[in-house]
């Protein structure tokens, strides 16, 4: 039945996105049009899911001020996390940071074309262009989620992995706030993409934890930044 159900979220997410996407190729057209581009995916996500019966439940540490920019850094288990990612950032304004291969996919090529920003972490300059332009959307005042584990484990149960520098590195450099955030039971519903193990109807608990500033931090404090937001996720997650 989980593999059935796999098949029936499958199904869903691109029923859904088949209505969604002629609204969304007229508004990437135009730069400006790109926060409507996040509102209709947080629709699509948020319909897609509800259809066979996943729901999000988020828990805030303390209330977010959506006017200000973030770096967001959640754990990554699930494909499901992307939609709960894009519930969460209530102004629309945001980007994904997400690998490469993201561009060859139909659902999520035309995010990756024009909101999203691909990388490719075995290139250097690569992910020196994607760190460039993340940079931008920050200066813009558009927010970026970056699941600084770079990919979802690939043991099950997952485990935290260790996280990647550059998220923390570019916070600080840019004095933006990391927003952490802890998801301890969606791989529970669907673990990856669900292919393997199939999938559930159920409920993913999110626990947003409290802005972690970066003003007054140095270059030299990027290693126990990267340290200590680890350590505030990996605590909601046993």
């Known amino acids: 039945m989980r593999k059935v159900h796999c098949y029936l979220y499958i199904t869903s997410v691109a029923l859904t996105y088949a209505v969604a ?28 899911s509800l259809l066979v019966g996943v729901f999000y439940s988020f828990e805030y540490e303390a209330p977010i001020d959506w006017n200000r920019t973030y770096i967001i850094c959640p754990n990554h288990t699930s494909n499901l996390d992307i ?106 519903v669907l673990w990856d993409t669900g292919l393997k193990y199939g999938s559930k109807p159920g409920i993913c608990h999110i626990f947003v934890h409290k802005p972690v500033e970066t003003a007054g931090l140095t270059d030299d404090d990027a290693d126990e930044l990267r340290d200590r937001v680890h350590a505030i996720i990996q605590n909601k997650l046993v």
């Not at 995010?111 to 972490?121: A, E, Q, W």
Request: glycine share 4%; hydrophobic share 40%; no cysteine.
């Open 83 to 188: 939609t709960a990612m894009t519930i969460l950032v209530r102004n629309n304004q945001h980007s994904f940071m997400g690998k490469e291969e993201l561009l060859n996919n139909f659902i999520t090529r035309l995010f990756f074309k024009t909101v999203d920003i691909p990388v490719n972490r075995k290139s250097k300059m690569s992910s020196y262009r994607a760190f460039k332009k993340a940079s931008e959307a920050l200066a813009e005042g558009t927010s970026v989620i970056i699941f600084p584990e770079g990919r979802i484990p690939h043991q099950y149960p997952p485990q935290l992995h260790e996280f990647k520098n550059g998220p923390f590195r570019m916070a600080i450099e840019l004095k933006i706030p990391i927003i952490p955030v802890s998801s301890p039971d969606t791989w529970q």
């Open 21 to 48: 996407f002629p609204f969304l190729y007229l508004l990437s057209r135009n730069k400006r049009n790109y926060k409507h581009m996040n509102a209709i995916r947080r629709t699509w996500g948020l319909v897609s």
